[in-house]
RNA sequence: GGAAACUUAGCUCAGCUGGGAUGAGCGUUCGCCUCACACGCGAGAGGUCACGGGUUCGAGCCCCGUAGUUUCCACCA
C-alpha cells in the first residue's frame, strides 16, 4: 500500500496477491508443536456435486474467523479442509451426466462408471478448492482430504470390520426406506416427509361365512395385492366377532385372517386396517406379531411384479388407478374422500420412497447411542446455542438402527465376502483365500457400498491418521470446535459424535457452533428450483470477500437464520471503505520515525482512545470466546466508524496540521493514531483479513503479517477512566453546539465564539489543554472556558449539557421566544428525568434490595439533572428579564 | 401428535447474568462536495418491545396462558 491510494477501496487489487502472500509463507500449515497448545477443527466437507452456496460461503466464514482469531492468540492453530465423495448425490448427477451424453452407466459397468466418476470429482474438488481461496478461508491445503482417499477408506473399512466383530453391524431382511429411482435403499434421515393432498379409499372385504363385509380405509389402494391380514383393536366392539374370522380379499380372491393387535386406533377410519407386512413399516411389526405371510408385490422401479396377477407390470400408481378402477367396477368401492397425509420422499430427488423389505446391511444403534447421550449430559460435549441440545437428545434417545448399505457404486464398497460355493459371506480387510464354511476358493465382494455419512462421521479422527495412532492424532485429536448448519445434525454431528466416542473413546470435539440458513430477501430458502441462489462468487466480484464476510456474521446470532440481500452488503462495502479511507489519511500524514511518547505530553483525547481500544479489546475478545461473533464485530464496527473516525480522528488534525510548528505534538497524535489503528486492524481481522492485511503491511512494514502477529490483550495502562468521562463532556458539550447551530439554521462557514462555563475544574482544564483540536468540530473561532458566567451577552443562544453550560453568541440570530420555547422544552425534559429518578429513589423498597451501585446511579443522575435544572430555569429567568 | 424458534423503529435484525430502548444497518426528513472518505459529514423524525396474567423494589429479558408465523421430529392406515 503506497501512500497515494485510491479513493475508494479496491479488493480485487489486493486480495489475490495476499492469499498467495499467506499460502506461500505456509501461515495455514500446522504441524505438531509440543510446546504450544493445538486448537483444531475440521471443515464440515462441502459435497462434490457442485459449486459453493452462500451456505457454504457462511460455514466457513464463521471457521475462518474462529481459527484465525485462535492462531492470533497464540495456539497452534489447524484447520482441515476436505470434499465429500456425496455417494447418491454424485451418482445421481454423474448418471445424468452421461445420460445427456447418450449413455447408460450401466454400459459403462462398474470400474468404466468409477472412472467417470473420479474424474467429476477431480474437476469439482478444484472448483470447490478455488472458491474457498476466494474466500479467504486460512485452512491447511497440505492436509486436504477427501472421504474416499485412501486413509479415509483405511479408516471406514476398519470401522466396519470392528463394529461387525462387535456386533454392531448384522446383515438382515428388514422393510427399509426404497427410492425406486435411484434404485437403492435409504437410511431414515434421508427420507423427508411432506404433507400431499391424497384420497383415503373405502373398500369392503367379504367377511367368508357371511354375507357381511368389512369396511377398510386406505390410501394406498394397490398394496392390498400384498395383503395378508386385516387388523382391528382387541377391545373394539364392532369387531369383536370378527377375530379370528377369514376375509376375502377382493380382486385376489384369496382368504386372509382378521387379527387383533393393539396397534390398531380404534377412532380412526374404520377401526379396521389392512396389514401389507412387505409394504408398510407397520404393518411389518404386526406382521412379524402374527406370524403373516410377507408378499413383495413390487419390482425395484416400483412397478407390479408377478405377484400382482393382472396388474404385473404396470408403474404403481397405475396399478392403483386400475385397481380402484376394478373395486369400483366389482362393488367393492364404498366411497372415495379426499385425505392429506405425509409422504416420504428421498431427500435427494424427490422421488416418492417405497417400503420394502430388503437384505441390507444395518448397525445397531442402542448401544453406540448411549455414550453420546452421556456425553452431552456430562458437558463434554455442548451445543452454542443450547436449544439444539433438545435436537440431539431428542435423536438419539428415539434411534433405530441405521441402514449403511445402499445399491450404488460410486462409494465405499462393503468389505464383505461371498463364497462362490456355499454363499456364506466373511466380513475381512482383504478377499479371503479360503472359504471357512465350505473350503472353496472362489469369492465375490458385496456389491453394495456405504451410505456417505458412514465414511464422514469419521471425519474428524480419519483426516488425523486413525486407525493408526499418529502423532497428529494424538496433538491435534480431539478437535475444539465445529462448527456447522443446524440441517445436519442428525446426519452428521450425531454420527460422529458416537464414532468418536467408539472408536477413540473421545468425543470428537468439545463445542458444535449451529448456525442457521442463509435465505433470500424474501426470507425463502435459496434453492436451485426457485432460482433465488445468490452465488457468494458474484458478491466477492462485486463487493470484494471481505465485505461478503462482514455481512454473512453481522446483525446475526448463533442458530437463527439470515436474510441476505445486496443493501447489507453494500453497507460492509461502505464500511470496507471507511477503513480504508481512515487509514489513507492515517498513512498519508504518517511520519518514518514515530516514537511512543511521554504520558505527559499525551492529550485528553489520545489518552481516551488507547482507553477505548483497550476496553474493546478486552470486550470483543470475551464476545469471541462465547461465539458471539456478531456482537464482537458489531463493537468492533462502532468502535472504528463511531469513536476513531468521527471523533479521534477529527480531534487529531489540528496537530497533524500544525506537524511543522509543533513535531513533538504532531508526533504524539501519529503515534496514537497507529497504535489504535493497528489494535483495530488486529481485533477486525479474523472478519475482514484482505483489507486488515493490506492496510497493516503499509502501517507496520517491519511485521511480516498482521494474520500472524499477536492478538490484542487488555492492559492496565491503559486504562484511563478520567479522560474517558472528560471526553465524553466534550462530546456532549459539541453535540449540543452542533444540535442549537443546526436548529437555529446557522450557515456552515459561520464561526462563533463559544463559552463553556462549568463548576467542573477538570473539566474546564480538560478542555484547555485541547482547546486547538476541538475548535473545528464545535465550529468555533474561540473557546472560552470559565467556570462563572461574565460578559456573555444575552442575546447568545444557549445549552445546557451534564456538568457545563454552553453559549454561543450569535447576537443577529437570536429569538427571545424561540430560545425560550427550546429552554422549556428542555425544562420539561429534565423534569420527567428528575422525577423518575426520584420516584425510584423514594421507594424504600428500591433502596434496602436493590444493589448499592445501582441506588448510588440514580442518585448520581439526580444530582446531575437537577443541576442542569437550574442552569437551565436560570437561563430562562435571565431571558425574561 | 410431539418439540423448538420467532413476534422489538417503515424494512431486515441485534439486545450478554432482569436495572432508564442513548440499539444497528437500510429507508426517511433537514443542512452540507468541510483539504481521508458523497460507499461521505452534521442534525433530526420514527418503538404501548404480539396480547393477557404472574414473580420481582424493578421485566423486552424469568414463569404460565393466548394469538400469529416458521422450522424440526413422528408409523396414524
Same mark, same amino acid.
Given at each position: 500500500m503506497s501512500k497515494e491510494l485510491a479513493k475508494t477501496y479496491n479488493p480485487k487489487e489486493i486480495e489475490e496477491k495476499l492469499y498467495e502472500k499467506w499460502c506461500e509463507n505456509k501461515y495455514f500449515h500446522a504441524e505438531v508443536d509440543r510446546s504450544r497448545k493445538p486448537f483444531t477443527t475440521v471443515m464440515p466437507p462441502p459435497n462434490i456435486t457442485g459449486k459453493l452456496h452462500m451456505g457454504h460461503a457462511l460455514d466457513n466464514t464463521l471457521q475462518d474467523i474462529l481459527i484465525r482469531y485462535k492462531r492470533m492468540q497464540g495456539y497452534n492453530a489447524l484447520w482441515i479442509p476436505g470434499t465429500d465423495h456425496a455417494a447418491i448425490s454424485t451418482e445421481v448427477k454423474v448418471t445424468n451426466q452421461l445420460k445427456e451424453e447418450g449413455i447408460d452407466k450401466k454400459e459403462l459397468g462398474r470400474e468404466g462408471f468409477l472412472e467417470r466418476t473420479w474424474q467429476w470429482k477431480e474437476e469439482y474438488a478444484g472448483t470447490i478448492e478455488n472458491q474457498l481461496k476466494k474466500l479467504g478461508i486460512s485452512c491447511d491445503w497440505d492436509r486436504e482430504r477427501f472421504t474416499m482417499d485412501e486413509g479415509c477408506s483405511k479408516a471406514v473399512e476398519e470401522v466396519f470390520i470392528r463394529l461387525y466383530e462387535k456386533g454392531y453391524i448384522y446383515k438382515g431382511s428388514r422393510i427399509i426406506n426404497w427410492c425406486p429411482k435411484c434404485k437403492t435403499s435409504l437410511s431414515d434421515a434421508e427420507v423427508e416427509h411432506e404433507d400431499q393432498d391424497g384420497h383415503f379409499w373405502h373398500i369392503k372385504y367379504p367377511i367368508v361365512g357371511t354375507d357381511d363385509f368389512l369396511e377398510i380405509a386406505t390410501t394406498?389402494?394397490?398394496?392390498m395385492l400384498g395383503d395378508t391380514a386385516i387388523a382391528v383393536h382387541p377391545e373394539d366392539e364392532r369387531y369383536k366377532d370378527i377375530v379370528g374370522k377369514n376375509v376375502l380379499l377382493p380382486l385376489v380372491n384369496k382368504e386372509i385372517p382378521v387379527v387383533a393387535d393393539?396397534?390398531?386406533? #380404534?377412532?380412526? *377410519?374404520?377401526?379396521a386396517v389392512k396389514i401389507t407386512p412387505a409394504h408398510d413399516p407397520n404393518d411389518f411389526e404386526v406382521g412379524k406379531r402374527h406370524n403373516l405371510e410377507e408378499i413383495n408385490i413390487m419390482n425395484d422401479d416400483a412397478t407390479i411384479n408377478?405377484?400382482?396377477? #393382472?396388474?404385473? *407390470?404396470?408403474e404403481r400408481y397405475e396399478a392403483r388407478r386400475a385397481i380402484v378402477k376394478d373395486l369400483e367396477e366389482q362393488g367393492y368401492l364404498v366411497k372415495v374422500v379426499p385425505h392429506s397425509h405425509s409422504v416420504g420422499t428421498h431427500d435427494r430427488c424427490g422421488t416418492t420412497v417405497e417400503p420394502l423389505i430388503k437384505q441390507q446391511w444395518f448397525v445397531k444403534m442402542d448401544e453406540l447411542a448411549k455414550p453420546a447421550i452421556e456425553a452431552l449430559k456430562t458437558g463434554e460435549l455442548k451445543f452454542v446455542p443450547e436449544r439444539f441440545n433438545k435436537t440431539y437428545l431428542h435423536w438419539l434417545e428415539n434411534i433405530k438402527d441405521w441402514c449403511i448399505s445402499r445399491q450404488i457404486w460410486w462409494g465405499h464398497r462393503i468389505p464383505a465376502y461371498y463364497c462362490d460355493e456355499c454363499g456364506e459371506f466373511v466380513v475381512a480387510r482383504e478377499k479371503p483365500?479360503?472359504?471357512?464354511?465350505?473350503?472353496?476358493?472362489h469369492f465375490t465382494q458385496d456389491e453394495d457400498t456405504l451410505d456417505t455419512w458412514f465414511s464422514s462421521a469419521l471425519w474428524p479422527f480419519s483426516t488425523l491418521g486413525w486407525p493408526e495412532q499418529t502423532e497428529d492424532l494424538e496433538y491435534f485429536y480431539p478437535t475444539d470446535v465445529l462448527v456447522t448448519g443446524y440441517d445436519i445434525i442428525f446426519f452428521w454431528v450425531i454420527r460422529m459424535v458416537f464414532s468418536g466416542l467408539e472408536h477413540t473413546k473421545k468425543s470428537p470435539f468439545h463445542t458444535v457452533l449451529i448456525h442457521g440458513l442463509v435465505r433470500d430477501s424474501q426470507g425463502r430458502k435459496m434453492s436451485k428450483s426457485l432460482g433465488n441462489g445468490i452465488d457468494p462468487l458474484e458478491i466477492i466480484d462485486q463487493y470484494g470477500t471481505d465485505a461478503l464476510r462482514l455481512t454473512l456474521v453481522t446483525g446475526n446470532a448463533p442458530g437463527n437464520d439470515m436474510r441476505f440481500y445486496h443493501e447489507r452488503v453494500e453497507a460492509s462495502r461502505n464500511f470496507a471503505n471507511k477503513v480504508w479511507n481512515a487509514s489513507r489519511f492515517i498513512l498519508m500524514n504518517m511520519e518514518e520515525n514515530v516514537s511512543e511518547p511521554e504520558s505527559a505530553l499525551m492529550t485528553p483525547a489520545d489518552k481516551w482512545i488507547l482507553s477505548k481500544v483497550n476496553t474493546l479489546a478486552k470486550d470483543v475478545t470475551e464476545n469471541m470466546d462465547k461465539y458471539e461473533l456478531g456482537i464482537a464485530v458489531q463493537k468492533i464496527y462502532d468502535f472504528i466508524w463511531d469513536e476513531f473516525c468521527d471523533w479521534y480522528v477529527e480531534l487529531v488534525k489540528y496537530r497533524i496540521y500544525h506537524k511543522e510548528e509543533n513535531p513533538a505534538e504532531a508526533n504524539c497524535a501519529l503515534w496514537t493514531l497507529k497504535t489504535v489503528l493497528g489494535n483495530a486492524l488486529k481485533l477486525l481481522h479474523p472478519y475482514m483479513p484482505f483489507i486488515t492485511e493490506e492496510i497493516y503491511s503499509a502501517l507496520?512494514?517491519?511485521?511480516?503479517s498482521l494474520m500472524i502477529s499477536t492478538w490484542p490483550v487488555y492492559k492496565e495502562e491503559w486504562n484511563y477512566p478520567a479522560e474517558e468521562e472528560l471526553l465524553e463532556h466534550m462530546k456532549d458539550i459539541t453535540r449540543g453546539i452542533r444540535n442549537m447551530r443546526s436548529e437555529m439554521n446557522v450557515p456552515n462557514n459561520r464561526r462563533t465564539k463559544v463559552f463553556v462555563v462549568s463548576e467542573d475544574v477538570k473539566l474546564l482544564y480538560g478542555l484547555d489543554q485541547m482547546i486547538e483540536s476541538v475548535k473545528p468540530l464545535m465550529a468555533a473561532n474561540d473557546i472560552i472556558v470559565e467556570s462563572e458566567k461574565k460578559d456573555?451577552?444575552?442575546d447568545a443562544v444557549s445549552v445546557v449539557v451534564p456538568g457545563a453550560t454552553v453559549y454561543l453568541p450569535l447576537e443577529d440570530l437570536v429569538d427571545f421566544e424561540q430560545e425560550l420555547a427550546r429552554l422549556s422544552k428542555e425544562e420539561e425534559r429534565l423534569n420527567k428525568e428528575i422525577a423518575r429518578a426520584r420516584g425510584m429513589l423514594s421507594n424504600e423498597k428500591f433502596i434496602s434490595k436493590a444493589p448499592e451501585a445501582k441506588v448510588a446511579e440514580e442518585k448520581e443522575k439526580l444530582e446531575k439533572y437537577t443541576q442542569m435544572l437550574e442552569q437551565v430555569q436560570e437561563r430562562m429567568a435571565g431571558l425574561k428579564k
Open positions: 394406498r389402494p394397490e398394496t393393539y396397534y390398531v386406533d #380404534k377412532e380412526f *377410519g374404520t377401526g408377478e405377484k400382482g396377477g #393382472k396388474y404385473a *407390470g404396470m483365500s479360503v472359504c471357512p464354511h465350505c473350503g472353496c476358493t507496520e512494514p517491519e511485521e511480516e456573555i451577552a444575552e
